[in-house]
């Protein structure tokens, strides 16, 4: 068979000089013209499909994530949080919404363990401050760091229930519990649920107590607010000093809670989490 295919070839090889095509007298070989149109033909035919292959292989519309991008967590995803007291081990814990001391006068949905999460970004700032603070012989009391989504919900069912009002002489002795939305005390959501909010004050390690603050965690009233004018000269020295030592480090208060600070650059600013507060793996 091979040796049939073989002399087949040669014979071919052999009749190829008299199969040549000739050109008629007078012309030079080659019509420009003809040879333009076919180029034409065959560029545009490359191009069409070349056009379609590009297509193909294009992204969806709207895709614009680059190679290495991290895709935004979903609000049940707690796998870029960590505990405080691992980050910050000096910090001493006292959760108020896992225990039955709060404005609620019960534990609150979501707390499932007496921890502090945050992000990490949040916690190696409060790291940092810790270890200021330490040079001077306090520590940090934590009262709450991240708040699901679920406690929220929590705050609001009991705000929206006016016949509750066990908790008022220790926390809103001065307030109707009816103006507890209007004037901010209870809203929607948190920015604690965004995982970077923490609530804090300071422990004096030469006395074993807490500083004065002029005030205490969770009051609703004026007192709360930072530069409240009702305060002994020591008590304003001391929210001083955590609150410079907070900013100083990257975080940032408000005018209504002077324990309250929340990173500036936090990691994730649109996502209010709802997973529960719990041991982490």
Not at 12 to 19: H, I, Q
Not at 117 to 134: I, N
């Amino acid at each position: 068979m091979r040796t049939c295919k073989l002399a087949a070839l040669l014979l071919c090889l052999a009749l190829l000089p008299s199969c040549q095509v000739h050109q008629p007298a007078g012309s030079s070989g080659a019509d420009p013209a003809r040879e333009q149109k076919a180029y034409s033909s065959g560029y545009e035919t490359g191009y069409r499909e070349g056009y379609a292959q590009g297509l193909d292989g294009r992204p969806d519309v709207g895709d614009t994530s680059q190679p290495g991008d991290v895709p935004p967590p979903s609000d049940s995803d707690g796998s870029r949080f960590v505990m405080i007291s691992e980050t910050v081990p000096d910090a001493i814990l006292e959760i108020r919404y896992y225990s039955t001391y709060n404005f609620v006068g019960e534990r609150i949905d979501g707390y499932q363990a007496p921890v502090a999460l945050l992000t990490r970004e949040a916690a190696e700032a409060l790291k940092e401050v810790s270890d200021e603070l330490a040079e001077q012989g306090y520590r940090l009391k934590i009262y709450d760091a991240y708040r699901p989504q679920s406690a929220v919900e929590h705050f609001k069912r009991w705000a929206a229930d006016l016949e509750d009002v066990s908790m008022k002489e220790y926390f809103y002795p001065d307030l109707d519990k009816s103006v507890l939305f209007s004037q901010g005390y209870i809203s929607s959501k948190s920015g604690h649920s965004r995982g970077s909010t923490v609530d804090v004050t300071l422990f004096d390690m030469n006395t074993g107590k807490e500083l004065d603050m002029g005030g205490t965690f969770d009051w609703f009233g004026p007192r709360s607010h930072p530069n409240f004018t009702g305060l002994t000269e020591e008590q304003a020295a001391n929210r001083k000093l955590l609150r410079d030592t907070m900013l100083a480090h990257g975080f940032k208060g408000i005018n209504t809670e002077w324990w309250h600070f929340t990173l500036k650059n936090e990691p994730y600013p649109d996502t209010y989490f709802d997973f529960s507060v719990t041991l982490l793996p």
